[in-house]
């Protein structure tokens, strides 16, 4: 119902991308989930291969000079094999290559972000550290001065793709002394001498995507793997929040969608008291929501890539993104759980890929930035909007019977 969204090319890498997830095997699904594959790189070889990974860069790098509708409904669709998939096909291709497009050099771009998309090599973004993972500024990673080189040492977590990354996108403390915002920089890491990496979180859900904790010890860094400016880190991270969250959501959308038809399909076929189930209001009511808020995701989701292809002010583009990233993980997960709930027991199994589902969502309303933080964003923006910009030119607060009444507008 969204395709009158999509451009012709748009519906057409769209397309290449469902043949894609049609050829996945499934046994790499289940052994993904058991940790068997530890990082999917033959699923990302073949995405390369087929040039799916990051469609919205320029052509010239390996992309396909598309856009961010036509890149969020390729998340939605490679999302629906489950939410690590997406993962995995997004930290690379759409985190780090976003931050080298848009910062890096010609040298960069063409070193790391064209064999990256190509499916030759693979990457990982570290910001998380043991110690905080909201608070940016709150890195205690250092990369020390020597001249022509850094020497990076410190360690980061929950690091996705960690176990198969052959480099890191890190951000590292460079300046001490400086304040938070000119404190940091944003360094390309190859793995090598000094870097190692540990594989040993027991997940909940979004298994066999590699992630772990990477370590570094005296690691050398050529200043010419600086992305962007020495102590600039924080206009990378900017703008690395708009990959970061909006694909969040449209993974997260994909990665729903199984739930709900595997939930319909079951209403639809199971019988109890001589009828089948969907023919009961509280069962069809929640599917009858859980596509609702499927809906209503995937309209949130195109309106904000679109306001984001479109230029529209940064400032807003930060509320929206905000907002689309809270309103579908928890809307995603909600219908993930009615899907769940209208199955019954045999839902709570792994005879049905839906609790698995309910696994992985739950994540996503953690990470890229937890949704307390997405509105403490939407609360901050949204008040110096209002204060800033008329919202009307009318005040409506007049349109009451006793709008004039006096001694009761109180305000302190």
Not at 116 to 145: H, N, V, Y
Not at 164 to 185: N, Q
Not at 267 to 273: I, L, Q
Request: aromatic residues 8%.
């Amino acid at each position: 119902m969204f395709d009158h969204l999509l451009s012709e090319e748009g519906r057409k890498i769209r397309d290449e991308a469902r043949q894609f997830v049609a050829s996945v095997p499934r046994q790499m699904i289940l052994d993904m989930d058991e940790d068997k594959i530890r990082f999917p790189k033959d699923f990302l070889r073949e995405a390369g291969r087929r040039n799916l990974l990051g469609c919205r860069y320029p052509a010239r790098w390996g992309g396909r000079d598309l856009d961010w509708v036509t890149t969020c409904a390729v998340m939605d669709e490679i999302g629906t094999l489950g939410y690590i998939f997406s993962c995995t096909f997004g930290v690379g291709a759409e985190l780090v290559c976003d931050a080298i497009i848009l910062h890096g050099t010609d040298g960069q771009k063409a070193r790391y972000v064209t064999p990256l998309l190509r499916g030759d090599i693979f990457a990982a973004e570290c910001l998380t550290e043991p110690r905080g993972g909201s608070d940016f500024f709150g890195a205690t990673t250092t990369a020390e001065d020597r001249g022509d080189h850094f020497v990076l040492n410190g360690q980061k977590r929950f690091i996705v793709g960690a176990e198969g990354a052959d480099f890191f996108l890190v951000y590292a403390r460079t300046d001490p002394h400086a304040e938070p915002h000119k404190s940091l920089s944003c360094l390309i890491v190859d793995r090598g001498p000094g870097v190692s990496t540990t594989y040993h979180y027991g997940l909940m859900g979004c298994r066999g995507g590699g992630t772990g904790r990477v370590l570094f010890k005296d690691v050398v860094v050529p200043k010419a793997n600086v992305v962007g400016e020495v102590n600039g880190a924080y206009a990378v991270f900017n703008s690395m929040m708009i990959p970061e969250r909006l694909g969040t959501a449209a993974m997260t959308l994909g990665a729903a969608r199984p739930a709900v038809e595997v939930a319909t399909s079951y209403t639809s076929r199971r019988k109890a008291f001589g009828r089948t189930i969907r023919s009961f209001q509280g069962v069809s009511f929640q599917v009858a929501e859980a596509v609702t808020l499927l809906d209503a995701s995937r309209s949130l989701i195109y309106a904000t890539a679109s306001a984001v292809d479109a230029g529209v002010d940064a400032t807003r583009i930060r509320r929206m993104v905000s907002e689309t990233k809270r309103f579908v993980t928890e809307s995603c997960q909600k219908a993930a759980a009615n899907s769940l709930q209208v199955m019954g027991g045999i839902g709570y199994t792994n005879v049905y890929p839906v609790e698995r589902i309910v696994r992985d969502l739950h994540v996503a309303s953690i990470w890229t930035g937890s949704n307390e933080i997405m509105s403490a964003i939407v609360a901050s923006e949204w008040y110096d909007e209002h204060s800033s910009v008329p919202g009307s030119s009318r005040d409506y607060e007049q349109d009451a019977v006793a709008a004039d009444a006096p001694d009761e507008k109180i305000y302190e």
